[in-house]
């Protein structure tokens, strides 16, 4: 863009943008990258990063949630971070770097998951037009394999390296599958898009109504916009209720299993769970009295179930710690 903006005088002001995920040993180094490229194309760079934005990191998130749901939170807070960098540069539009390979796996995982509202803009070369921001996508029908080999020869100091969590991504199912018909068939990945382009909604389909987030502004179908619902899980530690599709609105079941594990909460003493609404004195006796082994083995099961935690419940320690719950 800086390229060709220079040669037929477009007049265009550019930016760079860029995101901080937060994932040591990849977005660090791309992010030298990026600054050296700010310095070789003569463009200003803005960084936003997801802990100043939410004050997690993916590194954190990924701790909480473990691999097979990172992208999910990764790809929701990226697409607002994006949005809200772009404010912050008070710029027209915001042109992504996606190409047709991004393109075709988007196509085929709106067709398995049933998302009719993606599939019928997922192949748009500018979405969000009714929005303040409208992206733009120039390399929609661009190989993947193409930018890399025009970067290399023309000597472009680029950064390639995968994101160390995207191999558990359900997107990298789609790109193996997109591959493997590559090689059967060149075209494939212009079809699929070519198919997506065609896709005709029915008239009949109850297509969302976009609206704004209470809670922040953004752009959003729900009470409370994605990015808001899986923050809040977070912030109060139930990290994956906010993904997938609930009944009732999101951050309704959000709340509602909070307040049910505010009136139940559960107390970890080693390996045995004591529930508070259920917490009695009767549970301090049989404690007492199996550390004095005067229960029978039955009893014993019924209560602690194997020998191991049995064992564990012996310790004077637990047994302090169990009667000290009594008086919460």
Known sequence: MSELNRRHNYGLDLFLLSVDEGITGYRDDSLETVKRNEIQYGLPLKVVSYSKLYGWTMDEIVKLIGLKSSCTFCGVFRRQALDRGAALLKVDKLITGHNADDIAETVLLNILRGDIARLSRCTSIITGEDGPIPRCKPFKYTYEKEIVMYAYFKKLDYFSTECIYSPNAYRGFAREFIQDLERMRPRAILDIIKSGEDFRISTSTKMPKQGTCERCGYISSQKWCKACVLLEGLNRGLPKL???????????????????????????????????????????????????????????NRWFGTAKRRALIRSSTLINHLCSLLYL
């Open 242 to 300: 906010g993904i997938g599709r609930s009944r009732g609105g999101s951050i309704a079941n959000v709340t509602r299993i909070w307040n049910k594990r505010m009136e139940h909460r559960v107390y970890k003493a080693s390996s045995v769970e004591v529930w508070t609404s259920e917490f009695s004195c009767s549970c301090i006796n049989h404690c007492m009295q199996l550390n004095e082994g005067l229960l029978s083995d039955d009893r014993c």
